[in-house]
């Protein structure tokens, strides 16, 4: 059973960075595709970045080149390194795995427990 551990969500002001973590256990990083959602209160999960089992990646309209979706298949880990952030960018952020990989949340089984993001202006 894969199992999703993000770390390093925190508080930051408007234009602040900050990088995510995904600890991948229980399977083998490199045979997955992940991906990152997010939730902000009262609004719906959305997707916001995918790196591929061949290291394709892909981004949500939203992220306008400020974030960096990367993984490390050595240490079953992927990052998301956020630049820029807006206040817009508070909410819990989710890992996410499964081979095939997609931008749409109900294909995946595997959720981490998430991270929560908050920007302040």
């Known amino acids: 059973q894969v199992h999703l551990q993000e770390s390093g969500g925190g508080l930051v002001q408007d234009g602040g960075s900050l990088r995510l973590s995904c600890a991948v256990s229980?399977?083998?990083?490199?045979?997955?595709?992940l991906g990152w959602f997010r939730q902000a209160p009262g609004k719906e999960r959305e997707f916001v970045a995918l790196i591929r089992r061949n290291n394709i990646k892909s981004y949500a309209d939203f992220v306008e080149g400020r974030f960096a979706v990367s993984r490390d298949n050595a240490k079953n880990t992927m990052y998301l390194q956020m630049n820029d952030l807006k206040v817009l960018d508070t909410a819990v952020y989710y890992c996410?795995?499964?081979?095939?990989?997609?931008?749409?949340?109900?294909?995946?089984?595997?959720w981490g427990q998430g991270t929560q993001v908050t920007v302040s202006s």
């Open positions: 229980g399977g083998t990083a490199g045979a997955l595709s």
């Open positions: 996410v795995a499964e081979p095939q990989g997609s931008m749409y949340s109900q294909q995946y089984l595997h």
